[in-house]
C-alpha cells in the first residue's frame, strides 16, 4: 500500500558514483512510502554523472509512480552543475542554497 505524508532526506558529502547505488535504492524506497519526498542537498559537496543520473531517475520515477520529488535546498555545487547543464527548470524546484553553501562559495571566490 502506497504511503502518504511527506518524507525528507537530507544526503551528506558526495553524491557519486561511489554511492549512487545506496542512494538509488534509499530514494526509491521513499517514494514507495510517501506521497511527497523533499530532498534537501544543500549538504552535497560533490555531484558527479552518476550522482546526477540517480537525481533524474528519482525525479523520472516520482512522476512514473504519481508521487512528488521536490528539491528543497541546493550547495553551491549542485547548483553550479544544475546551471551548467541547464537542469534547473528541468527539475522544476526553485534554486535554494543554504546559508552554508552561500559562505562556502563565497570563500571560494575570494
Not at 46 to 61: C, I, N, P, T
Request: aromatic share 4%; no cysteine.
Amino acid at each position: 500500500m502506497p504511503g502518504s505524508g511527506t518524507q525528507q532526506m537530507t544526503p551528506v558529502g558526495g553524491i557519486t558514483i561511489y554511492n549512487a547505488g545506496e542512494l538509488k535504492a534509499q530514494l526509491l524506497q521513499r517514494l514507495e512510502e510517501t506521497e511527497l519526498l523533499e530532498l534537501d542537498l544543500s549538504r552535497v559537496d560533490e555531484l558527479d554523472s552518476a550522482g546526477l543520473q540517480v537525481l533524474v531517475l528519482a525525479k523520472r520515477e516520482a512522476q512514473r509512480r504519481q508521487r512528488h520529488l521536490a528539491i528543497v535546498a541546493h550547495s553551491a555545487e549542485v547548483q553550479e552543475v544544475f546551471d551548467l547543464l541547464g537542469l534547473a527548470r528541468w527539475f522544476g524546484d526553485p534554486m535554494l542554497m543554504h546559508a552554508d553553501s552561500h559562505r562556502a562559495a563565497a570563500a571560494r571566490e575570494a
